[in-house]
């Protein structure tokens, strides 16, 4: 959905590896982009619709709803995992088997914006954890192999950045009068106020974004679901807020494994 009402993740910024020490890997200001390490998000996958995924269990991806058509068997769905570079020989690509999208979503902008992929076999890397309570704090990362700019074209590289959390009043304040509804129970709104410059893009929706939480363990905080273009000044990204609907998410995994 991030375009004009965007299906998104990134934008412009300099990172360092989540192993970094301390907060220094989440710098107050961050500037250009660079391609991410090698190995550095074991858990992201690549979905061949052209939107991205986060490994949640070993056999099944947490993306966006709006990224897929509905519940039910599928086997047209690749994910790929296991590299930085699309076009690297070395990537694993493994099937899907069947989808669950939240029966509460009807659009990105209306909130509920989650599904699950079950895969035709267990991927043999990590998972990432999901962020169980409220979040009030950033900043956080978000990655992947959507657009450098608005409009532009998905990248071959991973990319990745850093965006600094948004409060809830200041976001609806900015989307509310151009008759943009934000659901601050279901919600999570990042990025750059004022200058822009970092965001998701075209391309990236159903992406993670991902913070450490106070035990130093990274969790996904957020989906990457819309806004309005990318990187503008005066609209910061919104994602899917995972501990809003933890519950519900939980019990579709269940159901599922």
């Not at 590299?83 to 493994?94: G, H, R």
């Not at 979503?105 to 989650?114: K, L, V």
């Not at 895969?119 to 959507?146: E, H, K």
């Amino acid at each position: 959905m991030r375009k004009l009402l965007r299906a998104a993740v990134l934008g412009f910024a300099l990172v360092a590896a989540l192993t970094a020490p301390a907060r220094a890997e989440f710098p107050d200001k961050v500037v250009g982009g660079v391609v991410a390490p090698q190995g550095a998000y074991p858990w992201l996958a690549r979905l061949s619709m052209g939107c991205g995924g986060s490994l949640v269990t070993p056999d099944i991806v947490l993306t966006a709803a709006h990224c897929v058509g509905g519940t039910g068997a599928n086997s047209g769905i690749e994910a790929m995992f296991g590299v930085v570079d699309l076009e690297s020989p070395d990537a694993d690509i493994i099937d899907s088997l069947y989808v669950y999208r939240s029966p509460d979503y009807t659009s990105a902008s209306r909130g509920s914006d989650w599904a699950l992929i079950k895969l035709d076999r267990p991927a043999p890397y990590p998972v990432v954890a999901l962020q169980s309570t409220l979040v009030t704090t950033g900043p956080f990362r978000v990655m992947g192999w959507g657009a450098a700019q608005e409009g532009g074209d998905q990248q071959r590289y991973l990319l990745h950045a850093d965006v600094p959390y948004v409060d809830d009043t200041t976001c609806a304040g900015l989307y509310t009068p151009y008759g943009y509804k934000f659901l601050a129970a279901g919600m999570l709104c990042a990025g750059v106020v004022g200058t822009g410059g970092i965001d998701t893009c075209q391309g990236d929706s159903g992406g993670p974004m991902v913070a450490k939480d106070a035990s130093g363990v990274v969790r996904q905080v957020g989906i990457v679901s819309w806004g309005i273009g990318c990187a503008r000044p005066q609209f910061p990204g919104i994602y899917t807020e995972v501990s809003a609907y933890l519950p519900a998410i939980a019990a579709a995994i269940t159901a599922l494994s």
